[in-house]
């Protein structure tokens, strides 16, 4: 099982970039990289994932080294409303799925 | 319409009661999930149901009954349960299980067990 390690938690001002870092230096060769947030006592919320090139969508940008045993979540202009904990997330193989296995996150707090 | 919607939004509950917490999607998806998370800990996975059977139980007490009723509803049974099964279960839904589609989580049932 891919295994991954946060960082417990981050500051970050407001209007400034959020760069959370991620090793999961055990991953598969063919299996993708997630990435969620989940603001207080709601649902994770699904940001971005990834394979080996790097991604980007209107909320984040994720970076993968090229021996994929890191990566990077950018958040270009972060906000308030931007404070949440922040999972990278491996997949776990059982039988024939693959599941989410969720690592113990960092908070990401955005200061005034 | 990427929306999971779950109810109740709480329950408090007795060890002798017998409650459900529901789950539903219309995103045509055809693989749902119920998660377990205690306070400052992250999610953990208990059922996996795909095309409405149960692929996925990862060794959850009898006391969670899990049931797919059809491909949009999802419900999980809770009898004689625990104090320590107080948490936030959430519920999610995905296209398929292959590891490569994105799983919508809903907004959670926070129960307390008394």
């Known amino acids: 099982d891919a295994k991954t390690t946060q960082p417990p938690s981050m500051d970050c001002a407001e209007g400034r970039a959020a760069n959370l870092p991620c090793n999961h230096s055990?991953?598969?060769?063919?299996?993708?990289v997630y990435w969620y947030r989940q603001i207080h006592s709601q649902g994770p919320q699904y940001i971005i994932h990834?394979?080996?090139n790097n991604e980007t969508n209107e909320m984040a940008s994720l970076i993968i080294t090229e021996d994929r045993k890191s990566s990077t979540l950018i958040l270009p202009h972060a906000t308030l409303r931007d404070t949440a904990v922040y999972y990278c997330?491996?997949?776990?193989?059982?039988?024939?799925?693959?599941?989410?296995?969720f690592g113990s996150g960092t908070q990401l707090t955005v200061l005034p | 319409d990427t929306e999971v919607t779950q109810t109740p939004k709480h329950l408090v509950m007795g060890m002798t009661n017998k409650k459900s917490l529901k789950c539903e999607q219309h995103?045509?998806?055809?693989?749902m999930y119920w998660y377990k998370q205690k306070a400052k800990k992250p999610p953990e996975l208990m059922f996996v149901?795909?095309?409405?059977?149960?692929?996925i139980n990862e060794s959850v007490p009898s006391r969670f009954s899990p049931e797919c009723p059809n491909s949009s509803l999802l419900n999980l049974h809770l009898h004689a349960l625990q104090p320590e099964d107080s948490a936030l279960y959430l519920c999610?839904?995905?296209?398929?299980?292959?590891?490569?589609?994105?799983?919508?989580f809903g907004p959670g049932t926070r129960l307390l067990v008394l």
């Open positions: 997330i491996s997949l776990t193989f059982q039988g024939s799925a693959r599941q989410l296995t």
């Open positions: 149901y795909s095309y409405e059977k149960l692929s």
């Open positions: 999610a839904s995905s296209h398929g299980t292959s590891g490569r589609e994105t799983q919508y």
């Open positions: 995103m045509g998806h055809r693989a």
């Open positions: 990834g394979l080996k």
């Open positions: 055990t991953i598969s060769g063919n299996e993708y």
